[in-house]
């Protein structure tokens, strides 16, 4: 066994637990605390209006490449 068969599970519990925590808490109470909103005030965007800013689609991409990237690696692994 390597230790990744240990860290990567155990590091997506806790990263889900910590974000899932707050995120909840924030959508219940106070939706100016949810991390959508503030990922709205950094990349400079009115989601009431259409526009959206360069830093918003340099960060879609990223997270479309990411979400490529990482499905490949998971999903169509090579056999040797």
Same mark, same amino acid.
């Given at each position: 066994?390597?230790?990744g068969?240990?860290?990567?599970?155990?590091?997506i519990?806790v990263?889900? &637990?910590?974000f899932l925590?707050p995120?909840? /808490?924030a959508?219940? +109470?106070?939706a100016?605390n =949810?991390?959508?909103?503030?990922?709205? &005030?950094?990349?400079n965007v009115?989601?009431r /209006?259409?526009?959206? +800013?360069?830093a918003?689609? =340099?960060?879609?991409i990223a997270?479309?490449l990411?979400?490529?990237?990482?499905?490949?690696h998971i999903?169509?692994?090579?056999?040797?």
């Amino acid at each position: 066994m390597t230790w990744g068969r240990l860290y990567w599970p155990f590091f997506i519990v806790v990263t889900s &637990a910590l974000f899932l925590g707050p995120e909840l /808490i924030a959508i219940f +109470t106070n939706a100016a605390n =949810t991390l959508s909103e503030y990922s709205w &005030a950094e990349l400079n965007v009115n989601p009431r /209006i259409p526009m959206h +800013t360069v830093a918003w689609y =340099t960060s879609l991409i990223a997270w479309l490449l990411f979400v490529v990237v990482i499905t490949a690696h998971i999903w169509w692994r090579k056999f040797s």
